[in-house]
């Protein structure tokens, strides 16, 4: 059972930073390359995005599980749990803040297009915030890859 559970430790991991970077910074980028329809494209790479947001959150509440179990009440004292959880926190806060937010601001722009309406810059002050939360995250991401293996010992 403690293969197994380290196993899917490490799978969540891969998972989640793996999704992350795939996605943002290989998928998003092609779909506006490749697709004549920016709006389109910003439609199916949010709903990647909020895919991938899912995934994170599932997998950071197995880490936590995992690493709190294996460390009991010392895991405070591990600095990959913490990582797992200021991760966590950032998707929270794009997942439930930042993108219905930004949703919102498209729906309120209806008919136009959001670039193209007086909500223009505020959708672009949220779109640079959620891409600096997205580069942070990521960057963190590569840091517990790195980690992973303290969350073993």
Same mark, same amino acid.
């Given at each position: %059972?403690?293969?197994?559970?380290?196993?899917? #430790?490490? +799978?969540?991991?891969? @998972?989640? =930073?793996? *999704?992350? &970077?795939?996605? /943002? #910074? +290989?998928?998003?980028? =092609?779909?506006?390359?490749?697709?004549?329809?920016?709006? !389109?494209?910003? %439609?199916?790479?949010? $709903? @990647?995005?909020? @895919?991938? /947001? &899912?995934?994170?959150? *599932?997998?950071?509440?197995?880490?936590?599980?995992?690493?709190?179990?294996?460390?009991?009440?010392?895991?405070?004292?591990?600095?990959?749990? &913490? !990582?797992?959880?200021? %991760?966590?926190?950032?998707?929270?806060?794009?997942?439930?803040?930042?993108?219905?937010?930004?949703?919102?601001?498209?729906?309120?722009?209806?008919?136009?297009?959001? %670039?193209?309406?007086? !909500?223009?810059?505020?959708?672009?002050?949220?779109? /640079?915030?959620?891409?600096? +939360? #997205? !580069?942070?995250?990521?960057?963190? *991401? +590569?840091? @517990?890859?790195? &980690?992973?293996?303290?969350?073993? $010992?």
């Amino acid at each position: %059972m403690r293969r197994l559970s380290e196993a899917l #430790y490490l +799978l969540a991991i891969t @998972l989640w =930073v793996g *999704g992350m &970077w795939a996605i /943002g #910074y +290989l998928a998003a980028p =092609v779909l506006f390359a490749s697709l004549g329809d920016r709006q !389109l494209a910003g %439609m199916v790479a949010g $709903k @990647l995005f909020a @895919l991938i /947001g &899912w995934v994170g959150l *599932g997998s950071a509440a197995w880490l936590v599980i995992f690493l709190g179990a294996r460390w009991g009440g010392q895991v405070v004292k591990r600095a990959v749990f &913490w !990582l797992v959880v200021l %991760m966590a926190l950032m998707t929270a806060a794009s997942q439930f803040g930042i993108q219905p937010l930004m949703a919102q601001l498209k729906l309120d722009a209806m008919p136009r297009e959001v %670039m193209e309406s007086v !909500l223009r810059d505020r959708f672009a002050a949220w779109h /640079g915030i959620s891409s600096i +939360l #997205y !580069l942070v995250q990521s960057l963190l *991401g +590569l840091w @517990l890859v790195i &980690w992973s293996g303290r969350g073993l $010992k």
